[in-house]
C-alpha cells in the first residue's frame, strides 16, 4: 500500500472496508476509479452520498423508502389486510423478486437475540402491534428466517398476535425446489417429514 | 432492480459500473452502504471524489502522484541515472512491491498498439526523449510487457533510444519462478530456451 500516494491508498482503504471486497480487488476498485470517465466516478460517490442522505424507513412498514411511505404501501393495488412480517429490507425484496405476494409488509429491521441484547423493544414490534390495533388486518404472515433466532422471534409474535384477535400464519419449511435429499440437513428433512402434506 | 426505491437503483447501478462488480455484488455492497456507520459511508465517497480531484500524473515520470511530483522522483535515495520504462502505473506498483529496484521509472500510459489507434504520439514517449537528452540518464531498462503490443513498443524505444547514447537493455523473459514446464505455452518455454545462460 506504501507504493500508492496517500490520496490514493486512502480510497484502497475504503473500499476494502466493503463486505467481501479484499485488499488486491479494492486495489483493482481505485485504479478503476482512476481511469474511468470523471462522470462516471462522480456518480459513484454522489449515489453513496444521496442513499444515505436521501433514503429513510417507510413510516408503516419500516421497509427501505425514497420519502415517507415506501413504493408498496403507497401502492393501491396491494391488499393491505394481508401483511407480511420480515427480518430485513433485504428479505423483502427476495419475496417480491418472487412475485408470489401481493400484500403488504412489515420488516422487523432484525430479530430477537437476548445473547446480543436485541430484545422485542429494539425491533419494530409496537409498531406492528400498533398496525393491527388500528384494524384493517386479518391476517400476518409470518416470514422470519429459520434461524434459532428467526424461529424464536416467529414463536414469540405468533403468541402475543394471538390475543388480537387476527389469524396468524408462517411459511412453510421444507425441502426447497430442486433441491435433492441426499445433501440436505437432518434437521430439514425432519421438519419436511413432521409438516407433511395429504396430496 | 425495480423491486427497490430509485435512489437504491441508482446506487446498485454505479457500484455494478466497476470491474468484477456483478448486480448480485452490487446489491450486497448497496445494501453495505445503507446500514454501515454513516462516516464509513461517506468516508468512500470522499475518498472516491478526492482521488479524481486531487490525484495528477508526475510531471518528471507520468506515475501517480498527489502533487506535482511522485514520491519516487521526490525521493533523493532512488538512482535518477537508472530509468525503468513501464506501460501502465500498476507495473510501476508492482515493481515496487518487489523491491527490486532502486532507480526511477517513466510511465508510457499505455503500448503501441496501431490497430486501435495508439502511436508514439499518443505515450509519453516524447517526454522520456526529452528526459534522455537533458542528460544524466545512463541505462534506460524497458520493462513494457511480453504481449505482442509490449514487445512492439520495446523494440520501437529500444531503436530510438539506441541513437541518443543511453545504454537501453529489457527485462529478462521466461519461465516464472516456481512455474512447472509442464504447464507453460510453448512460446515461454521458446524463449526460456533462446535466452539460456551460461552458468
Do not use: W
Request: a neutral charge; hydrophobic letters at 40%; aromatic letters at 4%.
Amino acid at each position: 500500500m506504501s507504493h500508492y500516494p496517500p490520496t490514493l491508498v486512502k480510497l484502497i482503504r475504503e473500499f476494502s472496508r466493503l463486505p467481501g471486497i479484499g485488499e488486491k480487488t479494492a486495489e483493482r476498485l481505485a485504479m478503476h476509479i482512476l481511469k474511468a470517465p470523471q462522470k462516471q466516478a462522480l456518480a459513484l460517490a454522489d449515489a453513496i452520498r444521496d442513499a444515505r442522505e436521501k433514503m429513510s424507513l417507510c413510516q408503516t412498514c419500516f421497509g427501505l423508502a425514497d420519502g415517507q411511505s415506501c413504493h408498496i404501501c403507497g401502492n393501491p393495488a396491494r391488499d393491505p389486510s394481508l401483511v407480511c412480517v420480515v427480518e430485513q429490507p433485504a428479505d423483502m425484496v427476495a419475496l417480491e423478486k418472487s412475485g408470489a405476494f401481493s400484500g403488504s409488509y412489515h420488516v422487523l429491521q432484525g430479530v430477537l437475540a437476548p445473547m446480543d441484547g436485541v430484545g422485542p423493544e429494539n425491533l419494530r414490534i409496537a409498531e406492528l402491534l400498533k398496525r393491527v390495533a388500528e384494524g384493517g388486518i386479518n391476517e400476518v404472515v409470518i416470514a422470519t428466517g429459520t434461524s434459532v433466532e428467526g424461529e424464536a422471534t416467529a414463536s414469540y409474535l405468533s403468541r402475543i398476535l394471538a390475543e388480537k384477535g387476527v389469524s396468524v400464519s408462517r411459511i412453510a419449511s421444507g425441502v426447497p425446489i430442486g433441491g435433492e435429499l441426499q445433501y440436505l440437513d437432518g434437521l430439514t428433512l425432519k421438519r419436511a417429514l413432521d409438516y407433511r402434506r395429504k396430496v
